[in-house]
């Protein structure tokens, strides 16, 4: 009797342990920031997490039992995204997808796959995935588990940087003064159209060029040069350093510059931007008077 009442016992301690285990763990998934979405062996929704259903502004029961296809567009078409853009569903992703879907039938598991979810408002909200299978005890596949990131703020950030790089590049080329970018080592890498206008040059002709070998190599240029290198080495910057450059046809144009260093985010030297503007109709202008 005593052996049958301590078997009970035991019982209702592992029970209240599973319980416990159990409510644990649901507290781990539903605490997680990234979203948890869990799927039978015929890929119904059996759970999902907070997280998972703040994504999607839904709520559980709305989705619990869908088949986990139903989430995603299906067709090919023009979707309005969540960063704000539209979205280009094409063959090209459907197969991507088909081929991911496949490599996890194969494998097992996949990860990083980029996808689209579909929103309470019908708004894709793009997504990285990493799926892997459930097994039970004897290897048979029994569902599978997907941890979904919300990548929305990272495409906005995408976004504002191709607008950001966009602006930057009008700026760059509608300058009625050149721009020259140079790396560390004084090698040109970017000249901008007034550059080209004024030296008679395509930028490709100038790309890879040491920015001295623009000028005049006689001992006076390179003396003048030298206390140049000098200041930027020591300030950082030269404001309205002059001298002349050599255009295309062989004629100097005589130039007015002012350079400054640019820093990568460690502070290390890692190229130099100059703005240079054409001094020939000043000097005309002196040379008149």
């Given amino acids: 009797m005593k052996d049958r009442d301590k078997t009970k016992e035991q019982l209702i301690s592992e029970l209240v342990e599973t319980r416990e285990t159990k409510d644990f763990l649901d507290n781990i998934i539903d605490s997680l920031l990234d979203s948890i979405i869990i799927t039978d062996a015929k890929g119904c929704i059996t759970r999902t997490n907070r997280s998972f259903l703040h994504m999607l502004d839904c709520k559980e029961e709305a989705i ?6 139903e989430l995603s567009p299906q067709k090919e078409g023009i979707y309005e995204s969540a960063t704000g853009e539209s979205v280009e569903i094409n063959k090209e992703f459907l197969d991507y997808r088909k081929t991911c879907m496949s490599r996890l039938v194969e494998e097992g598991k996949i990860f990083n796959m980029k996808d689209y979810y579909i929103s309470k408002d019908n708004k894709v909200v ?9 097994n039970n005890k004897s290897g048979d596949r029994i569902g599978t588990v997907g941890i979904i990131r919300d990548i929305t703020e990272m495409k906005k950030a995408e ?3 191709r607008e950001t790089r966009a602006f930057l590049e009008i700026v760059f080329n509608t300058s009625t003064d050149g721009i020259m970018v140079a790396d560390r080592i004084g090698c040109i890498v970017r000249v901008n159209r007034a550059i080209e206008q004024m030296l008679g040059f395509r930028e490709d002709e100038l790309i890879g060029k040491y920015t001295i070998e623009l000028g005049p190599e006689d001992e006076m240029h390179k ?4 206390h140049m290198i000098g200041d930027l080495l020591e300030e950082g910057h030269v404001e309205n350093w002059e001298t002349v450059w050599y255009r295309k046809d062989g004629s100097l144009c005589p130039v007015e510059i002012n350079i400054t260093f640019l820093k990568d985010p460690e502070g290390n030297v890692s190229g130099a931007v100059a703005v240079i503007r054409d001094a020939s109709g000043r000097n005309k202008m002196e040379h008149k008077d």
Avoid: A, Q, T, W
């Fill in 64 to 69: 619990s039992g869908k088949y986990i296809g």
């Fill in 126 to 134: 793009p997504i990285e995935s990493s799926i892997v299978y459930l």
């Fill in 159 to 161: 976004k504002e940087n």
């Fill in 223 to 226: 003396i003048i040069r030298e």
